[in-house]
Structures are given as structure tokens and as C-alpha cells.
């Protein structure tokens, strides 16, 4: 391994971002105009923006290859309904156009005077609302009693028991009905809850805590769809003013209807720009912060808030682009430039570390390539991470996720771009501008620093131009300086135990998380905080959760049900089902049962062909609702279906598993079974939840190693950033559970964006660590951590306030992706300032390896040297290399090879890649004795140096 070169990509791609770093430098204006064009250009596909609105829930969070939509389709080609005159809630393809209400008694009991007074005059407020439509002119009125779904020309009634009292509220107290058969015929499990019963009649039912009404719409003609919708907004607002307006007294209402999920949606998404506004403005903040210098020519912070103006002006151009192309703006993208914002910002700490690493008395096309020589690589690493991890998770099933990866990915593309050619372009005038030494902000003409002695704020306003007269770049940030001390604390030995011992308690806390962690999204976790859905679901969950879904079991091939052996296998089918602990056997309902007594009472025979597709109609006539669950095709019957009743099926994972249980069963029967129901929809998330999720991970995870293994230039290093990103995905997956975060959907989206993100902080620190000539492990990891210890911290805090505002949603999808990316970029942090590193220094062979050998010259004695730009005399004979340890090289210096980074600081000298020099990194033209002595221990280590490239040469 120490051996091994992969530098055959990095190499080259470094030399390339150079030649960019020279063209950017020389025509600035051009490459500013044309980003600015071209955001404009493209931004204008925005304008698409109210066609690309999608609120559709089912669309949106529910698998689009989930076996529930192909059972669906089955049942709506095979079992058509007709909502104007055979109207059935348990035979719905879909669950339908409606509007509902839990009216909860304030005393107790519901099934009082004062309760069904005040529930029948809410009912005459919601029947007499109307909408107007306008078609073709002719304008027309409509109101529930023209829109109401029906069963022959009658309404379908909105409860049982409103229908018997017949509207006098009085009657209720003297009705004596059973439960949850209403009367022994109509299922009303569903309609009212919180139930007691008499005691010596245990059918018979003497009080309820809560009544369900519901008000279900036509869905055809297709006009119909239009005036519903206006209809249940209308009911909305009715139904939220009603405690008031009504004056109700003995009854709490709470309500739902079938739009109001994309209601609740689309009012999150006007919160957006509002936060996006406070997300930039932060991000703003804490950039010219964090970049702001007490020197009028070095300050950074006219820089700082152009590079979040690129990330801006990426931002439009990615979207732009997107809107044009027609992809779909669902929910989950509003998270999309958050998290965009910040990673674009993360590049430009990175760009402006490595431009104040470059020597100021360099030119700026020379600075420029250096910067981009050192950054380009390491921004390109985490860039395509990031981006190849959101595009991987267009795979999955989930049209939010599919939308936030495209979004966020080429917003994430974007950024990156320019980075390179806008920012890069600021970084140039700014170099030219402190070229000239000029201040920041008003662009005039300054004193050096130097120059002038007066009073500190003079200095800061009035002169500048100060550097680092040793390194001859500009001075160290005072954090940058904090990480100078900190990788000598972090490298000793106790340290390194304790960092261990905090890993491994780590990584068991979020194993231990993970098998904690919950399934799926509920429904009530769409809606929002404070929003009326919150009490209509804990009203249903408390009164409503003993009966669950009406599934339909159905025979989809044609089969000879006039046999008695195929009838039997049916009826063992059946029974196998209401064995179940999730299905309620007496509430069963099956056409054949019925149909079989109906033969014996009037002495049929049906095991006779000719006589029992003869039967079937005279038996229709008796039960019509039956004939709309029978589809007779040529004289055969291609497909029949069944009823059961579930039970117990909440909380949300006795769903799952009843869902599983009911498929298993039909799967083993042999007749060819299958079961849906409308929320089955819902339930097929679970189904593939964690297989999607972990099918991305590994595939992401894997082109992460790939693309690592490219570009940083030694494997062991590359497998090291793998790691981490195993370890945080571990960590983040872990720590949902006790953050209270499921695993659906949305948390899917956080986890394919852990996978890139993840890789960022420790990708630079493995970077910056194979980079380094320093030939003990220790010592290159305090260089790394030196040197990009800072730009972590910003580029995690930056990040972290790019998503900070949505914690202030009160919406679950926004504060789930707050969660999860603090937990993604906190563990990400960690990872890349404190376990990697001091992993690496198990590891001390993870250098990056000369794979052009040293160059060695004979120096001659009294020969003076020059730099590139500035000649340069040795002060004292004694730095020469001849006059230190004469067994080791004598009156020799080394050149670097080109590969090695320009300008770093090793050991007190400058190497210079093509120039066969060796220049002290102090001022020579001193030539005190103090200076020769520390120069000559320079000298010493620089021998040191010289014998290991050497050996290295030698051994290639």
C-alpha cells in the first residue's frame, strides 16, 4: 500500500483546474457576465413555476411501483363504480371526494337531546352551503344536496342515526339499536365510537362518546371535481367558524376532507421564501463574518457575500433549468435550496483557505492556479459525492424524493460550476484589487501597513495590506491559529485513547438507535402544527381505532364457481382470513356465502353450471349491492370479490403487519386471491421503505468509494472516507429513533443526502493528509488540520444555518430534514476534525507517494539563490546543506516534483516545484547570529527530508 500510486486522475485534473485558475484570472469580466447570463436565462423558467406545483399526496409519498396501484388498476377496470345511483363506501377504488366531522361530547355521552340538537343544526349549515360555477356563462349554484354521492336518487346518508331520528333530536334518547351492526344490517363501526353497552343486552347500546359524520361527493362528471373542490374549501371555513356561529355548546368538533392534506401543503410552501429570505440573510451574516479581517486590503467580506450571491445565482439557474425541463416541484423540494445554499457556501471557505495560502507577491494569474490547483480537486470530491448520491436516489419509488434529488443534485452541480468560474472571477479582482492595495470597500489606494504607526482604528480603516513576512502569505485567521495548538493536543497518545473510547460509545449508542428506529409515515404526521388535522386524527385515534379498513378479497381469474371443490378451497380462503387476529369474522360479507344459502332455501343446484349462472340474477334482485361484486363475461364469471372487516390495526405498525398477513394469505391459497383497499396506497411504503433505502445507501456508497478512489491519491485514504461514511450514516440513521424521526420518505431523502455530505468534511482532511510531505503521521495531520480545521467549521455552521430556519416549520416533512441534516453535519464535523484524524495516525503510511522520484543537484558553496519573484541571499553558509551532517547528501538541495502543493510551509522552508533551489522561509537579509542558529536547525530537519526522498527515489 505505501507503494501503490493513484494519482494518474488527481494529477492530471489538478494541472487542468490550474490552466482554468489562469484563464479565469486573466479575463475575469467574462466569466462574471456569462454566470450572470446565463442565471438569467435560465432563471426565467420559473416562470413555469405554478404548472410545476404538485400537491397530490398520493403522487407524492406513496411507492410509485407499490403492488397497491396495480391492484387498484385491477379493481377499476374490473369493478367500475357509479357514485350517482350505486353508490358504496366499501367498494371505492380510491377513498373518494368527502368532507367529515367528529363531533365529541362535552358530557360524556353524544347520544343526548342537546347533543343531536346542535349535530342537526350543523348538519342543515353544512348541507345548505353552495358554490357557484360558471360554465360557458350560464352560471349555476350547487349545494351538498346536488353534489352528494347517491344510491338510487336518494343521498347516501351522513350517519345512520341522523338518518333514524328523522330530524327530531329527542328521538335518539328513545332509540334502542345495536352495535357495530346498526339494527343488525349497516355497518357502523366507523360512524360512531367510544361506545358502552347495556348490560343485559350486549349488542344493545347504551352510550357513545363520539359520532362521525361524513358528506361524500360525486367525482363524475368531470366538472364535478372543480365544484367539489370549491365546495369543500367553502366547508372549511364553515365548519371552523361553526362552534361560534352555531353557538355549540354540548358537542367539540373537529374536521377533515379530502383536499385538505394538499391545503395544508400548499400553505407550507408559501411559508418558503419567507424562510429562504431569513436563510440567506443569516448565511450572509456569517460568511462576512467569519471571513472579516481588522485590515482594510486582506478583508474578506465584500468576497464572503459575493460568494453566497454565486450560490444564489446557481440557485436560479439550476431551477430555471428544471422548471423548463418539466420536472415536477412537489413538497419536499422547498428543502432543496436550503440545502444547496449551504453546500455552495462550503466551496467558497474552501477557495478562499487556499487562496491565503498562495504568497501574496505572486502574481494574481499565479495565485489564482495555485488556488485552484490546491481546491479544485478537494471541492470536486465532495461536489460529484454529493451529486452522484442525490441523482442515485432518482431510483427510488417515491415521486418526493425523485423530485428533491433532481432538484437538489444539479442545484448541488450548479453551485459547484460557479464556484469555479464566478467566484473564481471575484477571488481575481479581489486579487487584483489587493494587488494594488486597495481598501475592500471604497477601492482606493491605501498605505501598507508598514507605513504607517498611528492609533489601531486608523490603521484599520486607513492602511492595510499586512502578511505573514515569514510564510509570505497573508496572516493566519485567529481560529486558523486555535488549530495550530489543537492537532499537537489531538496527536497525544492519551488524547488519541480517550477519542477511541468515545468512538466506539458512539457507535454503540447508534447501533442500539437503529434497531429502535420506527417505519414509515403516518398520516397525521403530514399535517402541521396547530393545523385542524392534529385534533381531528387524535379524535379518531381515541374514539374511532377499534375497526380499520373494509378489504376487499378478490378472485382475479376466471374459476368454475359452480365447483364444489373450487367452492370450498374459496370458503377455506375465507376462514383463513377471519382466523386472523386483524379481521373480524362476523362481519365478513361474500356473495357466495349468501348466494349458497339462498340455493339451499330454494333448493338449487348449484353445482351445475347452466343453473347457477341461471340463479344469479333472481339472486340480485333480492340483493343488488351483490351484483356490483361480480363481473360475468361470455357466460363465465372473470372476476368476484369479497368483504372482511380488519380490526386493531393502529398504531401504524399493526397496519403493516396486518397488510403483510392478509397478502401472505392471499398468495397461499390456490385460487388466485388478491386484497386492496384505498390505504393500502398509504401502507406500501413499508413494503419497500427499507429495501429502497438500503439499495441507495450501498449504490451511493459505492460510487463514493469509486469516485475517492480516483481522486484521492491513495486507497487506504479512500477506504478511510468510506468509513466515515458508513460510521455517519450508523450515527444519523441511529440517533432518528431518539430523535423521534421515522424512516419514510422523507428521512430516505436525508439519508441519500448523508451519503454526500458525509464525505465532504473527512474527504478534505484525507486530502489535505495525503498531501503532505511531512514524513511522520502526527505531524501531517496537524498540517491538515491547520490547514482546513477552519474551513470545516464554517463550512459546517454555514450549512447548518442554510437549514436552521425550517426548524421554525411546523410542518413534519421541513423539521425532519432539520433533524436530520444537524445530525448529518454534527456527526459529519466530528468525524472529519476528530476520529479521522486521529484514525490516519494509526495508519502512517497513508502518504502521497512521488511517482517522479526526487531531484537532486549539487549546490554549489557561495552560490546565491533566488525565489520567483523576489532574489533572495542567503544570509549564513551554515543553511547550506553541505555544512550539516556530512553523511547525508553534502551541498545538495532537493526540487520538489510538480505534483507536490506550491507555497507550503515545511519545516521552515518554501519548495518550488522546477526550480532546483532551496530558499530559507525568513527573511535572509538579516544576518544576526540568532538567525544563522534557528536557520541551521531548519537545516538540519530539511536533511531529514532530503535522505527520505532520497530512499524513496531509490526504491522506485
Known amino acids: 500500500m505505501y507503494g501503490c500510486h493513484t494519482d494518474c486522475l488527481e494529477r492530471p485534473l489538478s494541472n487542468g483546474f490550474r490552466q482554468l485558475g489562469v484563464w479565469v484570472a486573466r479575463y475575469p469580466w467574462w466569466f462574471l457576465g456569462i454566470s450572470v447570463l446565463i442565471s438569467g436565462g435560465l432563471g426565467a423558467g420559473f416562470y413555469f413555476y405554478p404548472q410545476r406545483l404538485s400537491f397530490h399526496m398520493e403522487d407524492q409519498f406513496m411507492p410509485l411501483e407499490g403492488l397497491a396501484r396495480r391492484e387498484r388498476d385491477f379493481i377499476r377496470h374490473h369493478f367500475p363504480t357509479n357514485d350517482s345511483w350505486e353508490f358504496s363506501v366499501e367498494r371505492l377504488d380510491t377513498e373518494g371526494m368527502f368532507a367529515s366531522l367528529i363531533a365529541v361530547s362535552t358530557s360524556g355521552n353524544i347520544l343526548t337531546a342537546s347533543a343531536f340538537h346542535e349535530l342537526l343544526k350543523l348538519d342543515e349549515m353544512v348541507k345548505s352551503l353552495h358554490v357557484s360555477w360558471d360554465h360557458l356563462g350560464a352560471v349555476k349554484n350547487f349545494t ?33 339499536f345495536t352495535y357495530p351492526l346498526f339494527q343488525g344490517h349497516e355497518f357502523m363501526g366507523s360512524q360512531l365510537g367510544g361506545v358502552h353497552f347495556q348490560s343485559s343486552q350486549p349488542h344493545v347500546v347504551q352510550g357513545a362518546k363520539a359520532i362521525r359524520l361524513v358528506y361524500y361527493l360525486q367525482e363524475e362528471p368531470a366538472r364535478a371535481m372543480e365544484i367539489n373542490a370549491k365546495w369543500l374549501e367553502k366547508y372549511i371555513d ?27 401543503i400548499a400553505g407550507h410552501l408559501e411559508e418558503m421564501p419567507p424562510l429562504l429570505s431569513i436563510t440567506y440573510i443569516l448565511t450572509t451574516l456569517f460568511s462576512v463574518l467569519s471571513c472579516l479581517r481588522f485590515d482594510c486590503v486582506r478583508n474578506k467580506a465584500g468576497v464572503a457575500m459575493l460568494g453566497v450571491i454565486s450560490s444564489g445565482l446557481a440557485l436560479a439557474a439550476s431551477g430555471g433549468l428544471l422548471m423548463y425541463c418539466g420536472v415536477p416541484c412537489v413538497i419536499s423540494v422547498a428543502n432543496a435550496p436550503f440545502l444547496s445554499l449551504g453546500a455552495g457556501v462550503d466551496n467558497m471557505f474552501i477557495m478562499i483557505s487556499c487562496w491565503q495560502q498562495t504568497k501574496i507577491s505572486k502574481k494574481v494569474e499565479d495565485r489564482l492556479a495555485e488556488t485552484y490547483a490546491a481546491a479544485a480537486v478537494s471541492i470536486t470530491i465532495t461536489s460529484m459525492t454529493d451529486v452522484l448520491a442525490f441523482y442515485i436516489g432518482i431510483m427510488t419509488p417515491f415521486t418526493s424524493v425523485k423530485s428533491f434529488c433532481i432538484y437538489t443534485g444539479t442545484a448541488v452541480l450548479f453551485c459547484f460550476l460557479y464556484c469555479i468560474t464566478f467566484f473564481g472571477a471575484v477571488l481575481a479582482l479581489n486579487g487584483k484589487r489587493e494587488e494594488d492595495n486597495r481598501h475592500w470597500l471604497a477601492c482606493v489606494k491605501v498605505k501598507c501597513a508598514s507605513e504607517d504607526e498611528n492609533s489601531f482604528l486608523h490603521r484599520l480603516c486607513c492602511v492595510g495590506g499586512s502578511y505573514d513576512s515569514i510564510t509570505g502569505a497573508e496572516e493566519e485567521h485567529p481560529i486558523t491559529i486555535f488549530f495550530h495548538s489543537y492537532g499537537p493536543f489531538l496527536t497525544q497518545f492519551w488524547c488519541k485513547i480517550l477519542v477511541v473510547v468515545l468512538y466506539f460509545g458512539y457507535l454503540a449508542a447508534s447501533i442500539y438507535g437503529c434497531f429502535q428506529l420506527q417505519e414509515g409515515t403516518g398520516l397525521r404526521n403530514l399535517a402541521s402544527e396547530g393545523s385542524y388535522l392534529i385534533q381531528y386524527y387524535e379524535s379518531q385515534d381515541i374514539y374511532f381505532s377499534k375497526y380499520g379498513p373494509k378489504v376487499m378479497v378478490t378472485v382475479t381469474k376466471t374459476v368454475s364457481y359452480w365447483d364444489p ?17 386483524f379481521v373480524d369474522r362476523g ?5 357466495l356465502r349468501d348466494y349458497t344459502r339462498y340455493s339451499v332455501n330454494m333448493s338449487l343446484n348449484l353445482d351445475d353450471r347452466a343453473s347457477f349462472m341461471a340463479s344469479v340474477a333472481s339472486f340480485f334482485h333480492l340483493v343488488p349491492h351483490y351484483k356490483n361484486d361480480i363481473v360475468i363475461q361470455n357466460g363465465s364469471i372473470e372476476a368476484s370479490r369479497f368483504f372482511i372487516q380488519t380490526v386493531n390495526v393502529t398504531p401504524v405498525v399493526n397496519s403493516k403487519k ?17 386484497v386492496y383497499h384505498p390505504t393500502f396506497m398509504h401502507l406500501d411504503q413499508y413494503d419497500v421503505i427499507v429495501q429502497s433505502t438500503i439499495q441507495n445507501v450501498v449504490v451511493a456508497t459505492g460510487l463514493m468509494l469509486f469516485i475517492s478512489l480516483l481522486l484521492i491519491p491513495n486507497p487506504l485514504c479512500s477506504l478511510w472516507v468510506t468509513f466515515a461514511n458508513a460510521s455517519i450514516i450508523v450515527g444519523v440513521t441511529g440517533f432518528m429513533a431518539y430523535w423521534n424521526v421515522n424512516l419514510d420518505s422523507v428521512s430516505m431523502i436525508n ?61 413534519y416533512l421541513f423539521k ?31 502518504a502521497k507517494q512521488c511517482s517522479c522520484g526526487a531531484k537532486i543537484k549539487k549546490f554549489d558553496k557561495g552560490q546565491q539563490t533566488s525565489c520567483i519573484k523576489d532574489p533572495v541571499q542567503l544570509g549564513c553558509f551554515e543553511n547550506q546543506a553541505e555544512g550539516t551532517e556530512g553523511n547525508s547528501l553534502p551541498g545538495t538541495v532537493v526540487t520538489t ?15 518550488h516545484p522546477g526550480q532546483n533551489i532551496m530558499v530559507p522561509s525568513v527573511d535572509a537579509q538579516r544576518g544576526d547570529s540568532k538567525f544563522c542558529s534557528d536557520q541551521n536547525d531548519h537545516a538540519k530537519d530539511f536533511l531529514k527530508q532530503i535522505k527520505l526522498l532520497h530512499s524513496v527515489k531509490k526504491a522506485d
Open 144 to 176: 351538498f344536496m346536488q353534489l352528494c354521492t347517491r344510491v338510487g336518487t336518494m343521498c347516501v346518508p351522513v350517519n345512520h342515526l341522523l338518518r333514524a331520528v328523522h330530524g327530531n333530536a329527542s328521538a335518539i334518547e328513545s332509540l334502542n
Open 238 to 264: 364553515a365548519i371552523a367558524t361553526a362552534a361560534k356561529s352555531l353557538h355549540l355548546k354540548s358537542i367539540q368538533v373537529s374536521f377533515f376532507t379530502s383536499i385538505s392534506h394538499q391545503q395544508d
Open 565 to 581: 371443490s373450487i367452492r370450498n378451497t374459496i370458503e377455506k380462503c375465507m376462514q383463513s382470513f377471519e382466523s386472523t387476529s
Open 587 to 591: 362481519l365478513s360479507e361474500s356473495w
Open 658 to 674: 396486518m397488510l403483510r398477513e392478509l397478502r401472505k394469505i392471499a398468495m397461499g391459497c390456490t385460487v388466485p386471491l388478491m
Open 751 to 811: 439519508l441519500i443526502i448523508c451519503i454526500g455530505f458525509s464525505v465532504d468534511f473527512s474527504a478534505h482532511i484525507s486530502y489535505a493528509f495525503v498531501t503532505s510531505q511531512d514524513s511522520n503521521a502526527n505531524e501531517r495531520v496537524n498540517n491538515a488540520l491547520h490547514l482546513l480545521g477552519y474551513p470545516i467549521v464554517q463550512g459546517a455552521l454555514s450549512t447548518i444555518l442554510g437549514v436552521i430556519a425550517l426548524s421554525a416549520s411546523g410542518n
Open 816 to 846: 425532519s430534514f432539520f433533524k436530520i441534516m444537524f445530525l448529518v453535519i454534527m456527526f459529519g464535523a466530528v468525524h472529519g476534525l476528530v476520529f479521522i484524524p486521529v484514525f490516519l495516525t494509526f495508519f502512517g503510511v497513508c
Open 897 to 911: 516534483p510538480s505534483i507536490i502543493n506550491i507555497g507550503n510551509v515545511y519545516n521552515g522552508y518554501l519548495f
